[in-house]
Structures are given as C-alpha cells and as structure tokens.
C-alpha cells in the first residue's frame, strides 16, 4: 500500500474557484464561501483541490492549499472571475 504520510505537498490554489460567488460579499471572501467557478481554469482549480482531499483520505498525504487573488477593481474583467 502507498504511504504518504511523511509526505507534504503544497497545492498552490487560485481565487477563481469563487467564481460568481465573490459576487455576494463585501470585502474579503470567507473560505466557507461556496465553489462557483464560472472558467474551465477555475474548474480545473477546484478539480485540483478536490484531487488533493482525495489524496489525504486515501492515503494520507498532508497537503495544503492557498488561494492566491489578484486584486482587481470593481468591474474588472469577467476573465479573471
């Protein structure tokens, strides 16, 4: 059986798993906040995260995720939702 226990992994996140849900709040988002992602890229981030879970139940990995935000004004570009 594959032993990662001893292993650490830092995944490196992305604010755009928000996705819409950055619509709802004024100031900073909450990591509760629900995964709204509305770009493949964010899909995909989501998708990484969730790989990383699965990877800490099955076999103990410790991993650790921080979601990195870019700091754009109100109305910016929908790309970076």
């Known amino acids: 059986s594959l032993s990662l226990s001893s292993t ?4 490196a996140g992305s604010s755009t798993v928000y996705g ?3 619509d709802e709040w004024e100031g900073p988002i909450p990591e509760h906040a629900q995964l709204q992602p509305v770009t493949p890229y964010g899909v995909s981030k989501v998708a990484q995260e969730m ?3 699965q990877y800490f139940h099955a076999h103990g990995l410790h991993v650790v ?3 990195f935000f870019q700091q754009v004004a109100t109305g910016g570009p929908e790309t970076l939702a």
């Open 51 to 53: 790989l990383g879970l």
């Open 8 to 11: 650490r992994l830092f995944n």
């Open 65 to 67: 995720t921080g979601r």
């Open 20 to 22: 819409k849900t950055a």
